[in-house]
């Protein structure tokens, strides 16, 4: 079960920063209105990533694994504050950018 979580946190992790990217990526096709739905999914597969790992950390507490808990807890708050701040900037980057282009076509 707690592989599951940490497996489930990386895939939703790779997802939440992935998504932007093709976006972007995606920029001279006009038909792509999905945008708005693109950065949500992303924003919600990142909060999703980092729920997984808060219940990690829970589930560490429960079995009383201190020092599991103590190895992680460094390099789990500072990937999670990294994947969280990526994403917010990558999502943004994209609703500055498509912002013109969808006022422009209503």
Do not use: H
């Not at 994403?87 to 500055?96: A, F, H, P, Q, R």
Request: proline share 1%; glycine share 4%.
């Amino acid at each position: 079960m707690a592989g599951l979580l940490n497996f489930g946190s990386l895939i939703l992790g790779l997802i939440a920063l992935t998504i932007p990217v093709i976006n972007f990526i995606q920029y001279k096709k006009q038909n792509n209105k999905n945008r708005g739905v693109l950065s949500f999914i992303s924003i919600s597969s990142c909060a999703v990533s980092i729920c997984f790992q808060i219940l990690y950390c829970y589930y560490l507490v429960e079995t009383e694994d201190w020092s599991a808990l103590m190895d992680i807890t460094g390099a789990m708050a500072f990937v999670t504050t990294l994947l969280l701040f990526i994403t917010i900037i990558l999502n943004t980057i994209n609703l500055i950018k498509f912002r013109d282009r969808t006022i422009n076509t209503r």
